[in-house]
């Protein structure tokens, strides 16, 4: 065997072994709760506690909401400017790439300076625009990947073409947005969704500073309290995180298999 | 009828341009005007006049300390992340392992680059803890004491080596694409031209992938300065880093300055900023040669 191909087996092996072990060593303890014998009662302990399910399903309901209320938001906006703005993309662009550049905690920051109960729009003055400012709040952290994977999806499509025939057949533009374009980038549409749904699950940042019953405080919450069920909610959480990605893959495969792509 | 014209003209400017409205009113008021907010905060007092001295407040020896913890702990995990990850891309795209390995370490980078937050600390905690899975085998297996070298999970090499499991996989992410843009015709004509495998490296290799190297090198600092979840659930509050600290800050004033918190979140832009702008520079300098 050649050389490299040691060093190559030798930097996968390192590699498996830096992956591994802390997933196998989350397992592990995750099944130690009873004495002396492995079980899953750390996991019955999660699952009846009604505050992860409380917790869980607001998480769920917030990933929900963000996905629809994005996707509205950018896939017009990614539409337009391709068709009549594309002197406006790269500062689109850039703006969808802020949310990486500044984080999140800052973000969260500005929020509670701006829109607490005394500013002249009081978000934070009730749960329910809480609620609302939370959702914009993960709306504003998805929006690069989700403007990357839906201008990814209209790359391959195009856009001009489709929008000209829709006219000429008589479309007004909702039927040209929601069964012309919306179902043309349906594969970027999901794959920027499934991100989306994995960030919003486990996000802690923005949901502890604003005070709502998610997720990723109830975590934090159970870490500091609870000696097994950390790990068998970081089981849960990499499942879900695994879910999403493995999801996004057979899109990607589906997109590509679809005969309307050229 | 010119008029008519010019009219039209301009009514379909106004449409174009209403079409980008939603979007730029949802990014002034939840990303751009929050931002401005307190980075024009930072340069006010509380009584609302004009001064650095938030600013030069930054540089008292708490906050100070706070940043350089924070930068020695991005620049270690990146450097870390960087090393590792390069010889994962290598080994997979040059290397000449099984096509199986680099199609399923790539997706497994996929999930462990977003596999970040709270439970990332908890994994760690549960392996490398004080009764975690390794820690414990070395004490049973070879009566080592893990603990009693100093090591400590909630420390900045405990930080450090839990970042690098989400900073690796980034890395694998973005090197593989630029050694795949290393042409095979690059290798035949240096060893055409008679050189050894260490100058191939070193004149063509490096200097085409540098960009991209430093490029998410630096990437991978920002990624780990700009997180906390991962920092808070592993060391609570007593390892005091930035956003930590700034975490402290907006709960319960803890500086006893609002306008110095602003100025510490200006701060952490700018760092996180200036890196972000050497890496779209190096980005478009590396993908001249991936084209």
Redesign the interface.
């Known amino acids: 065997m050649?050389a490299?191909?040691i060093?190559?087996?030798l930097?996968?092996a390192?590699?498996a072994i830096?992956?591994f072990?802390?997933?196998?060593?989350?397992f592990?303890?995750?099944l130690r709760m009873r004495r002396g014998a492995y079980s899953f009662d750390a996991y019955q302990s999660v699952f009846t506690d009604a505050q992860f399910r409380a917790t869980f399903g607001f998480s769920m309901l917030m990933a929900l909401v963000t996905i629809v209320v994005g996707m509205l938001?950018?896939v017009?906006?990614a539409y337009?400017?391709r068709l009549?703005?594309p002197q406006?993309r790269p500062v689109?662009e850039f703006?969808t790439?802020?949310?990486?550049?500044?984080?999140?905690?800052?973000?969260?920051?500005?929020?509670?300076?701006?829109y607490n109960s005394s500013s002249w729009i009081p978000f934070t003055g009730s749960t329910q625009g809480t609620n609302v400012l939370l959702t914009?709040?993960y709306?504003?952290l998805a929006?690069p990947y989700m403007y990357r994977s839906v201008d990814t999806a209209m790359r391959t499509i195009d856009v001009r073409t489709l929008t000209e025939a829709a006219e000429i057949l008589g479309a007004k533009w909702p039927t040209i947005m929601f069964r012309c374009i919306f179902p043309n980038v349906m594969s970027g549409v999901l794959s920027g969704a499934f991100?989306t749904f994995?960030?919003v699950m486990?996000?802690?940042?923005m949901a502890a500073?604003l005070n709502r019953p998610a997720f990723?405080p109830y975590?934090?919450l159970v870490?500091?309290n609870k000696a097994y069920e950390?790990?068998a909610?970081?089981v849960i959480?990499?499942a879900i995180?695994?879910l999403?990605?493995g999801l996004?893959?057979l899109v990607s495969r589906f997109g590509k298999l679809s005969p309307s792509r050229p | 009828m010119t008029t008519a014209s010019t009219s039209f003209i301009d009514r379909r400017t106004v449409i174009?341009?209403l079409?980008?409205v939603?979007?730029m009113v949802?990014?002034l008021?939840?990303?751009?005007?929050?931002?401005l907010?307190?980075i024009v905060?930072a340069f006010f007092n509380p009584a609302g006049e004009f001064t650095f001295q938030n600013i030069a407040d930054l540089f008292s020896p708490s906050i100070l300390g706070a940043y350089w913890i924070s930068i020695r702990v991005s620049v270690a995990s990146a450097l870390g992340g960087a090393l590792?990850g390069f010889?994962?891309a290598?080994?997979?795209v040059?290397?000449?392992?099984p096509s199986w390995?680099r199609s399923s370490?790539l997706?497994?980078s996929?999930?462990?680059s977003?596999?970040?937050?709270?439970?990332?600390?908890?994994?760690?905690?549960?392996?490398?803890g004080r009764?975690?899975?390794?820690t414990v085998f070395m004490r049973d297996w070879f009566g080592f004491n893990l603990y009693s070298t100093g090591f400590n999970l909630l420390s900045f090499f405990g930080l450090t080596i839990t970042y690098?499991?989400f900073q690796?996989?980034l890395m694998v992410l973005i090197l593989t694409p630029a050694l795949d843009g290393l042409k095979k015709e690059w290798r035949e004509a240096s060893e055409i031209l008679g050189a050894s495998t260490w100058q191939y490296w070193r004149m063509v290799v490096l200097p085409i992938l540098w960009p991209s190297l430093m490029g998410a090198t630096l990437l991978l600092f920002?990624n780990a300065?700009?997180?906390?979840?991962t920092a808070?659930?592993l060391t609570?509050s007593s390892l005091n880093i930035v956003?930590i600290l700034?975490?402290a800050q907006?709960?319960g004033d803890v500086l006893h300055n609002p306008n110095l918190?602003y100025a510490l979140?200006l701060g952490?832009?700018v760092i996180?900023?200036i890196s972000?702008i050497l890496y779209i520079w190096l980005r478009t300098r590396a993908e001249r040669w991936q084209k």
Not at chain 2, 29 to 35: G, K, M, S
Request: charged share 5%; hydrophobic share 65%.
């Open positions: 050649k490299h191909k060093f190559a087996w930097a996968i390192i590699g830096y992956f072990i802390p997933l196998i060593g989350t592990e303890f995750s938001l950018i017009p906006t337009w400017v009549r703005l406006m689109v703006i790439l802020l949310p990486l550049v500044i984080p999140a905690i800052v973000i969260v920051f500005g929020y509670l300076r701006l914009f709040s709306v504003t929006l991100i994995a960030i486990g996000e802690f940042t500073l990723g975590l934090q870490g500091a950390p790990s909610l970081a959480a990499f995180t695994w999403s990605m996004i893959q | 174009d341009w079409g980008i939603p979007f949802f990014a008021a939840f990303l751009i005007v929050p931002t907010y307190l905060g590792i010889f994962l290598w080994a997979v040059l290397g000449g392992v390995i370490l997706t497994f996929g999930v462990a977003n596999f970040a937050g709270v439970p990332l600390a908890f994994a760690f905690l549960a392996t490398l009764t975690g899975l390794v690098m499991f690796i996989p920002a300065f700009g997180a906390i979840a808070y659930a609570g956003p700034l975490y907006i709960r918190g979140a952490m832009i996180t900023g972000n």
